[in-house]
């Protein structure tokens, strides 16, 4: 993970900080079942997973997920992607 996600989660609540540590976990291991996940328009290989407030935005490549972005909903959150 980058440092800006590291930064980003360390600054989140104990039970935010699970639930979104386990979503990237699913997504790194390829295991993409029960997540809300929707390609963003315009790009073929970039996803984001969506969990309440929180938005995942990653990259699936043809053998694995990278995940590029995590933050909050808001009007930004999709600009560069």
Do not use: H, P, W
């Amino acid at each position: 993970m980058s440092d800006a996600i590291t930064k980003f989660i360390t600054k989140l609540s104990k039970n935010e900080r699970l639930v979104i540590l386990g979503i990237i976990k699913k997504i790194t291991s390829n295991n993409l079942t029960g997540l809300q996940i929707k390609k963003l328009v315009g790009s073929n290989d970039i996803f984001r997973v969506r969990k309440g407030k929180f938005r995942i935005i990653y990259r699936k490549t043809k053998t694995d997920c990278i995940v590029i972005s995590v933050d909050r909903r808001s009007e930004t959150t999709y600009r560069d992607y």
